[in-house]
């Protein structure tokens, strides 16, 4: 996968941060065409909220209503996108299920791909006996 441009120089500073950004999205499950936004998630601290200001990511959005694993959206006006989770371990998890099961490796709606996680989540918090809050 050939990175140019801007968005290379700020995922290269994503790479060399202290923290641990996992690639997500079309571009992680298949189905990314060559002007898709890159999606990234991350756990939630104070240090990687300044660590993205810093790089000039903004608030998207306070989490997404139907995905609560979602505590902020940070945006980069180069088409980058962070998602910060206060349940990274059940993150990883889900995305590790959804991915062997091949239902994301195709072009699907944002809406299908939310009901999919949600689907995970549940199974998941059902399994580990996590509570979420």
């Given at each position: 996968?050939?990175?140019?441009?801007?968005?290379?120089?700020?995922?290269?500073?994503?790479?060399?941060?202290?923290?641990?950004?996992?690639?997500?999205?079309?571009?992680?499950?298949?189905?990314?065409?060559p002007n898709?936004?890159?999606?990234?998630?991350?756990?939630?601290?104070?240090?990687?909220?300044?660590?993205?200001?810093?790089?000039?990511?903004?608030?998207?959005?306070?989490?997404?209503?139907?995905?609560?694993?979602?505590?902020?959206?940070?945006?980069?006006?180069?088409?980058?996108?962070v998602q910060?989770?206060?349940?990274?371990?059940?993150?990883?998890?889900?995305?590790?299920?959804?991915?062997?099961?091949?239902?994301?490796?195709?072009?699907?709606?944002?809406?299908?791909?939310?009901?999919?996680?949600?689907?995970?989540?549940?199974?998941?918090?059902?399994?580990?006996?996590?509570?979420?809050?």
């Amino acid at each position: 996968m050939s990175i140019i441009g801007p968005v290379k120089s700020i995922i290269l500073e994503l790479e060399k941060a202290p923290f641990d950004f996992h690639l997500t999205g079309s571009r992680f499950f298949g189905g990314a065409l060559p002007n898709s936004d890159w999606d990234f998630f991350a756990e939630n601290n104070d240090s990687i909220i300044v660590f993205l200001r810093e790089l000039g990511f903004k608030v998207l959005t306070e989490g997404y209503k139907d995905d609560p694993q979602v505590a902020v959206v940070y945006r980069h006006n180069d088409g980058i996108d962070v998602q910060l989770t206060d349940h990274i371990v059940l993150k990883k998890d889900a995305q590790k299920y959804i991915y062997q099961s091949g239902v994301l490796r195709r072009r699907v709606s944002k809406h299908a791909a939310r009901l999919v996680w949600q689907f995970v989540y549940h199974i998941l918090v059902n399994h580990t006996g996590l509570i979420i809050e």
